[in-house]
């Protein structure tokens, strides 16, 4: 293979994300109910992707392999990192709440 490289895993975690919200976008909407799994898989791999960007940063921050280590700090972050997503469904739920009402209501593409 001259000129070629093999995609690295990082490409190949984009592909798979934008791959599974483009079938998704573009199905028809009877088959959303089949491809919503595959969407959330998407979604699921986005995660993936962003924890292991900011884990090996705040390991070599708050727990370097020499010196002060500052534990309580990291895992403070991280409980206020995992807080802020229901909190934020909780402030918003009005507005999520009537974009599925329009969605219902406009019926079929």
Do not use: D
Not at 24 to 31: D, E, L, T
Not at 45 to 65: I, N, S
């Amino acid at each position: 293979m001259t000129g070629t490289q093999s995609p690295t895993a990082f490409q190949k975690a984009i592909g798979e994300i934008t791959g599974t919200v483009r079938a998704f976008v573009h199905s028809p909407r009877a088959m959303w109910g089949v491809n919503v799994p595959y969407f959330l898989e998407g979604i699921a791999y986005f995660g993936v992707l962003m924890t292991g960007l900011y884990a090996g940063w705040f390991l070599q921050h708050y727990c370097p392999a020499e010196g002060a280590k500052h534990t309580e700090q990291m895992w403070l972050i991280y409980a206020c990192i995992a807080m802020v997503s229901p909190v934020a469904l909780l402030l918003t739920r009005r507005w999520l709440r009537q974009g599925a009402a329009k969605t219902e209501s406009v019926g079929g593409r």
